[in-house]
């Protein structure tokens, strides 16, 4: 069973001035058989640190990985049985693609020369590239290039992959193909996965699940419906969607929060997940704010176009609050995502409504999550089940 | 090298300009405008001198060995004949001379020798401290220097150095082999050790230029192959074996084109260790050969074909490597 556990694992770099940088602060993550796991999070996050310590190129600095119950963290990246995907693709340049794909099977296994033949073939077939064995790296595409990279991982029939963002050298259409397919191919293959990434599309669509990092620490691991809808925290909430959740700085004053230019009545319900705490973050997702025609509500809210973005399928209309429209900068700007048959002209005054039932409320010291959205009840179990 | 052929094929290239079918009056630039004539007052100049001084001169030498010119006075271009080639090959008593003469064969074996094997060892020497150097080492760049430092030194220095270094009392190798309790060797003027000493001093002094190479090659490697071999489950022995090595092929090309064309020029080198141009018959390469026949004997045209015979060595060095550097498109 390949399940891969990280327990309490820590990366230190020592800097040349004897100073020491944490880049991966005691993550645990379990990879059940077979699950595709995304560790996704802004650069600099360690997510990359994280997975090659998993393949064996960097040494873990406290903490154990175990793949099925047997500790790696002393093995060679050869005895580890992984295979990994790089970002650059690594294919050697003097080497055919059959060469390449033949390489780890000559390396790591005992298998005759004909086994390898027909191992290799096999692979090349599943990749669609069987007809680019002969050629070198240099005359293929970037697309088929990451082919044969994947080609390559996938023909050891190893225990894990490793995937360190293999799609961030291809333009977005190929990359939203590839995306699709690796899904796939993985599914088939039904091999325990980790993929790196720093786009959150990727994460949202690829995963089974995902893990976030920031600064070396995890924050979230969980399906990405849980992580869209139940952010433990405003780093999550805010990384995870695109556009980002809107967040207003405010404080809480006997079931109202007081922001900069307006006021947001509670429930009590909600109010109490507050407790004690004063300084607190609302956060909203653009997609539900809705445009309304008139203020009726306590959560309705007079405000001024500044942009509107075009989608197509949709508009990102971005508002301040107030009725104004002014050549400052305004304060507080958040995102509205509406339909995109619909008109909203710049400067033009409109009706924002932020319903209670979709607000996240965060702490704002600490980050954490006190509060998060009411969810429909079959939206709420496919978040908790996975 | 490099200047003179590009300058010559500038001028070919040029000739591209000229249609097949011949064109139409109207079409044809009219000659002084033409660019190749425009530019003519810089390339002009270089390509003179380089076509006089180099080309000609070599032409010149050629024509030479085919004289019978010996001693004082003008050589007879009337008569020429290739009586030196023949001479040079299988001795003999030429027409010009009353003694019989020997035959190249002992300093050409001695250049060959001298040149595979100090190339031979210059870049396997070269390759282990590239990849040692390259182990994220600390005070690299000071390892760096200390192994390339030899290279700045003139032949002459290095000769008179080693000198001291092979004395038989007081050198420092005589030294080592001593107290390893060989007794000491007389190295210099050993018939059986002196080609072995000049090529080992040569390798001292140029195994670094062979590593700067390799080094620049290693790190044009991207760390991703290291690392990708490593998860392939190569051990270090069959990653370079089977991912650097073949990926350093142009490295090693050019490395080994300049450090057998130094091999060949060891002459300097010969000539100080020697105090002249008689390093004795285990020693004697085609160079001091050529010299002794041209400076001590006076027999001109003699000389004159055993530096063609150094020429055409040097030409099938370095033809190939030019040659396939213009087909990469590099030059």
Request: proline share 4%; glycine share 8%; aromatic share 10%.
């Given at each position: 069973?390949?399940?891969?556990?990280?327990?309490?694992?820590?990366?230190?770099?020592?800097?040349?001035?004897?100073?020491?940088?944490?880049?991966?602060?005691?993550?645990?993550?379990?990879?059940?058989?077979?699950?595709?796991?995304?560790?996704?999070?802004?650069?600099?996050?360690?997510?990359?640190?994280?997975?090659?310590?998993?393949?064996?190129?960097?040494?873990?600095?406290?903490?154990?990985?175990?793949?099925?119950?047997?500790?790696?963290?002393?093995?060679?990246?050869?005895?580890?049985?992984?295979?990994?995907?790089?970002?650059?693709y690594?294919?050697?340049?003097?080497?055919?693609?059959?060469?390449?794909?033949?390489?780890?099977?000559?390396?790591?296994?005992?298998?005759?020369?004909?086994?390898?033949?027909?191992?290799?073939?096999?692979?090349?077939?599943?990749?669609?590239?069987?007809?680019?064995?002969?050629?070198?790296?240099?005359?293929?595409?970037?697309?088929?290039?990451?082919?044969?990279?994947?080609?390559?991982?996938?023909?050891?029939?190893?225990?894990?992959?490793?995937?360190?963002?293999?799609?961030?050298?291809?333009?977005?259409?190929?990359?939203?193909?590839?995306?699709?397919?690796?899904?796939?191919?993985?599914?088939?293959?039904?091999?325990?996965?980790?993929?790196?990434?720093?786009?959150?599309?990727?994460?949202?669509?690829?995963?089974?699940?995902?893990?976030?990092?920031?600064?070396?620490?995890l924050?979230?691991?969980?399906?990405?419906?849980?992580?869209?809808?139940?952010?433990?925290?405003?780093?999550?909430?805010?990384?995870?969607?695109?556009?980002?959740?809107?967040?207003?700085?405010?404080?809480?004053e006997?079931?109202?929060?007081?922001?900069?230019?307006?006021?947001?009545?509670?429930?009590?319900?909600?109010?109490?997940?507050?407790?004690?705490?004063?300084?607190?973050v609302?956060?909203?997702?653009?997609?539900d704010?809705?445009?309304?025609?008139?203020?009726?509500?306590?959560?309705?809210?007079?405000?001024?176009?500044?942009?509107?973005?075009?989608?197509?399928?949709?508009?990102?209309?971005?508002?301040?609050?107030?009725?104004?429209?002014?050549?400052?900068?305004?304060?507080?700007?958040?995102?509205?995502?509406?339909?995109?048959?619909?008109?909203?002209?710049?400067?033009?005054?409109?009706?924002?409504?932020?319903?209670?039932?979709?607000?996240?409320?965060?702490d704002?010291a600490t980050?954490?999550?006190?509060?998060?959205?009411?969810?429909?009840?079959?939206?709420?179990?496919?978040?908790?089940?996975? | 090298?490099?200047?003179?052929?590009?300058?010559?094929?500038?001028?070919?290239?040029?000739?591209?300009?000229?249609?097949?079918?011949?064109?139409?009056a109207?079409?044809?630039?009219?000659?002084?405008?033409?660019?190749?004539?425009?530019?003519?007052?810089f390339?002009?100049?270089?390509?003179?001198?380089?076509?006089?001084?180099?080309?000609?001169?070599?032409?010149?030498?050629?024509?030479?060995?085919?004289?019978?010119?010996?001693?004082?006075?003008?050589?007879?271009?009337?008569?020429l004949?290739?009586?030196?080639?023949?001479?040079?090959?299988?001795?003999?008593?030429?027409?010009?001379?009353?003694?019989?003469?020997?035959p190249?064969?002992?300093?050409?074996?001695?250049?060959?020798?001298?040149?595979?094997?100090?190339?031979?060892?210059?870049?396997?020497?070269?390759?282990?401290?590239?990849?040692?150097?390259?182990?994220?080492?600390?005070?690299?760049?000071?390892?760096?220097?200390v192994?390339?430092?030899?290279?700045?030194?003139?032949?002459?220095?290095?000769?008179?150095?080693?000198?001291?270094?092979?004395?038989?009392?007081?050198?420092?190798?005589?030294?080592?082999?001593?107290?390893?309790?060989?007794?000491?060797?007389?190295?210099?003027?050993?018939p059986?050790?002196?080609?072995?000493?000049?090529?080992?001093?040569?390798?001292?002094?140029?195994?670094?230029?062979?590593?700067?190479?390799?080094?620049?090659?290693?790190?044009a490697?991207?760390?991703?192959?290291?690392?990708?071999?490593?998860?392939?489950?190569?051990?270090?022995?069959r990653?370079?074996?089977?991912?650097?090595?073949?990926?350093?092929?142009?490295?090693?090309?050019?490395?080994?084109?300049?450090?057998?064309?130094?091999?060949?020029?060891?002459?300097?080198?010969?000539?100080?260790?020697?105090?002249?141009?008689?390093?004795?018959?285990?020693?004697?390469?085609?160079?001091?050969?050529?010299?002794?026949?041209?400076?001590?004997?006076?027999?001109?045209?003699?000389?004159?074909?055993?530096?063609?015979?150094?020429?055409?060595?040097?030409?099938?060095?370095?033809?190939?490597?030019?040659?396939?550097?213009?087909?990469?498109?590099?030059?």
């Amino acid at each position: 069973m390949a399940e891969l556990t990280l327990d309490a694992v820590t990366k230190v770099f020592q800097e040349g001035d004897g100073s020491e940088v944490v880049a991966v602060d005691d993550v645990n993550i379990d990879i059940g058989d077979g699950e595709f796991l995304v560790l996704v999070g802004p650069s600099g996050c360690g997510k990359s640190t994280t997975l090659r310590m998993i393949a064996g190129l960097e040494t873990i600095s406290s903490g154990e990985i175990r793949l099925g119950g047997s500790r790696l963290n002393e093995k060679q990246p050869a005895e580890r049985d992984i295979a990994m995907v790089f970002q650059s693709y690594a294919l050697y340049p003097h080497m055919t693609v059959r060469q390449n794909m033949s390489f780890g099977l000559e390396e790591s296994t005992d298998l005759d020369d004909d086994t390898i033949r027909e191992t290799v073939t096999d692979a090349a077939t599943t990749m669609g590239i069987e007809n680019l064995l002969d050629r070198k790296p240099g005359e293929l595409s970037g697309g088929q290039q990451q082919r044969v990279a994947l080609g390559r991982a996938i023909v050891r029939d190893p225990e894990v992959f490793l995937m360190d963002e293999p799609l961030s050298n291809l333009d977005a259409k190929l990359r939203a193909g590839m995306r699709t397919e690796i899904q796939r191919l993985q599914e088939d293959l039904d091999v325990t996965t980790v993929y790196v990434t720093h786009d959150q599309t990727e994460a949202m669509t690829m995963g089974d699940r995902i893990a976030v990092l920031d600064d070396g620490e995890l924050m979230q691991v969980g399906s990405p419906l849980e992580l869209y809808h139940r952010p433990a925290n405003q780093f999550v909430a805010g990384f995870i969607g695109d556009p980002s959740m809107n967040f207003f700085d405010v404080s809480h004053e006997g079931g109202t929060l007081v922001g900069d230019g307006f006021e947001y009545p509670l429930s009590s319900d909600v109010a109490s997940d507050l407790g004690e705490t004063t300084d607190c973050v609302l956060g909203v997702r653009p997609e539900d704010v809705s445009l309304v025609e008139s203020a009726t509500d306590a959560h309705d809210f007079r405000t001024t176009v500044e942009v509107v973005e075009p989608m197509g399928n949709e508009n990102n209309v971005y508002l301040s609050f107030g009725d104004e429209p002014s050549d400052e900068e305004p304060d507080q700007r958040f995102v509205a995502t509406v339909g995109g048959l619909r008109r909203v002209e710049r400067d033009s005054t409109v009706v924002a409504r932020i319903p209670e039932d979709s607000v996240h409320l965060f702490d704002a010291a600490t980050g954490d999550a006190l509060h998060n959205r009411v969810l429909e009840e079959d939206v709420e179990t496919q978040a908790t089940i996975n | 090298m490099r200047n003179p052929l590009s300058i010559i094929r500038r001028r070919w290239s040029d000739s591209d300009d000229v249609r097949t079918d011949g064109g139409t009056a109207a079409e044809r630039t009219p000659f002084l405008q033409r660019e190749s004539v425009r530019s003519a007052p810089f390339w002009l100049p270089p390509f003179l001198l380089v076509a006089l001084f180099v080309y000609g001169a070599i032409l010149w030498n050629i024509v030479l060995s085919l004289t019978d010119f010996t001693g004082l006075g003008e050589p007879d271009y009337t008569n020429l004949d290739f009586e030196n080639y023949v001479v040079a090959f299988t001795g003999g008593t030429p027409s010009w001379s009353d003694l019989s003469v020997e035959p190249i064969w002992n300093s050409l074996g001695n250049t060959v020798a001298l040149m595979v094997g100090f190339t031979v060892f210059c870049l396997v020497l070269g390759l282990l401290l590239a990849i040692l150097v390259d182990q994220e080492i600390r005070f690299e760049n000071t390892f760096r220097t200390v192994y390339l430092l030899p290279m700045s030194l003139s032949f002459v220095v290095t000769a008179k150095f080693w000198l001291y270094m092979y004395n038989v009392e007081t050198g420092l190798v005589n030294i080592v082999i001593t107290s390893l309790g060989f007794g000491p060797v007389e190295i210099v003027q050993n018939p059986d050790l002196k080609l072995a000493a000049v090529a080992f001093a040569l390798v001292w002094q140029f195994s670094g230029y062979a590593m700067i190479v390799y080094l620049a090659g290693l790190r044009a490697i991207p760390t991703s192959h290291f690392e990708a071999a490593r998860v392939d489950g190569a051990s270090t022995y069959r990653l370079y074996r089977r991912v650097v090595l073949p990926q350093l092929r142009t490295a090693t090309v050019s490395a080994l084109v300049v450090l057998t064309v130094f091999a060949l020029k060891a002459f300097d080198f010969l000539f100080s260790m020697y105090s002249g141009y008689q390093p004795g018959p285990s020693a004697d390469i085609l160079a001091t050969r050529m010299v002794r026949e041209a400076y001590a004997n006076s027999n001109w045209a003699y000389g004159s074909a055993i530096a063609v015979v150094l020429f055409v060595m040097a030409l099938f060095i370095v033809a190939p490597y030019i040659y396939s550097q213009y087909r990469r498109g590099a030059l």
